[in-house]
């Protein structure tokens, strides 16, 4: 297996990164001699990187960020989002639905408001058009 770093300081933060889940991984006891050897290969690939003269003045530990983005986008590379985060996607497609629906919902019933109000507008212009044939017919019977 050949694990390819960035150039430069980042991939020395990469690799150092690789190191620390691989090694967080073995302290875990992996299931069994794949996963060892899987585990092993990272390790070797990270330490090997590392190891490259360019690297020797950057003995300290990376800058580590708080929420640990170096370890999970390493992690994320190579075995895909966590369970955790397919659920966060799957509960944000949902919401996502339920706001469509919802949005359509609103519109069909603002589209509905306004067909009542124009009917509305019509009976009641139709009302003063009858009350006013009403007065003319009145009128016109009234000085009998």
Request: aromatic fraction near 4%.
């Amino acid at each position: 297996m050949e694990v390819e770093f960035v150039a430069g300081e980042a991939g020395c933060h990469e690799a150092a990164a690789l190191a620390r889940v691989v090694r967080r991984a073995l302290a875990a006891e992996p299931a069994d001699s794949a996963e060892l050897q899987l585990l092993e290969a990272l390790r070797t690939a990270a330490e090997a990187h590392l190891a490259r003269p360019e690297f020797a003045e950057l003995t300290g530990a990376p800058p580590a960020s708080a929420d640990g983005s170096a370890e999970n986008g390493w992690w994320r590379r190579l075995f895909g989002p966590s369970r955790r985060e397919m659920r966060l996607s799957a509960q944000r497609i949902a919401a996502l639905e339920r706001a469509a629906r919802a949005e359509r919902s609103s519109f069909e019933a603002l589209a509905e408001t306004a067909r009542v109000a124009r009917e509305r507008d019509v009976a009641l212009a139709r009302l003063v058009e009858l009350e006013r044939e009403l007065e003319q017919a009145q009128r016109a019977d009234g000085p009998q």
